[in-house]
């Protein structure tokens, strides 16, 4: 929908489907944060203060910031921000390596919806928001690196809890 004022046409550099996928994303982004918030309140639960440190930092310094990412965009090009239900998250994990395993699958579904917007973006021809878009394809290699890395470490540590999480530390 174009905005006027007057005669005057307010900018509207979003079609309907780009701003609705965007929407989405943000309660995507919003639910990672949720997500590692739930890991570093189980972290912490667990005396793994090395742990829920990482994950309180990642939920605030990366997810949080991505969100407002897609909310800035939306608002500049014109569209309209709508924020969703972001739904449940656990608290409950077995172990260290199941939290680190989510993660990691958590970061490639991620990845997938940042491609399925770039899909669409570059399907409808709307390229203003490459640039938003490869900035979030390269800052996915960067998560799923850094939760690969924090696993490989672990198992590097022979999975010496104590050890390991003393030296946990987010690179934020
Ligand atoms: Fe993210
Ligand atoms: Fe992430």
């Known amino acids: 929908m174009s905005l006027y004022i007057g005669d005057i046409k307010m900018v509207n550099l979003i079609s309907p489907e ?71 998250v656990t608290t409950n994990y077995q172990n260290v390596e199941t939290v680190l395993k989510e993660a990691i699958k958590h970061e490639e579904h991620i990845t997938s919806k940042i491609k399925a917007l770039m899909d669409l973006a570059t399907d409808r021809k709307e390229y203003y928001a490459l640039d938003l878009l490869n900035w979030f394809i390269q ?10 890395d924090l696993y490989t470490s ?13 030296y946990v530390k987010h690179p934020d």
């Open 154 to 166: 672990f198992e590097l540590s022979g999975k010496n809890l104590g050890v390991w999480d003393h």
């Open 18 to 88: 780009l701003n609705d996928l965007m929407n989405k994303q943000i309660v995507e982004e919003l639910r990672s944060a949720y997500i590692y918030l739930g890991m570093a309140a189980w972290a912490e639960e667990q005396g793994l203060k090395g742990l829920a440190a990482f994950m309180k930092i990642h939920a605030e310094s990366e997810e949080y910031i991505h969100a407002q990412k897609f909310v800035n965009y939306i608002i500049e090009t014109g569209g309209k921000v709508e924020y969703g239900t972001i739904e449940k």
């Open 139 to 148: 800052e996915q290699i960067e998560e799923e690196n850094l939760f690969t």
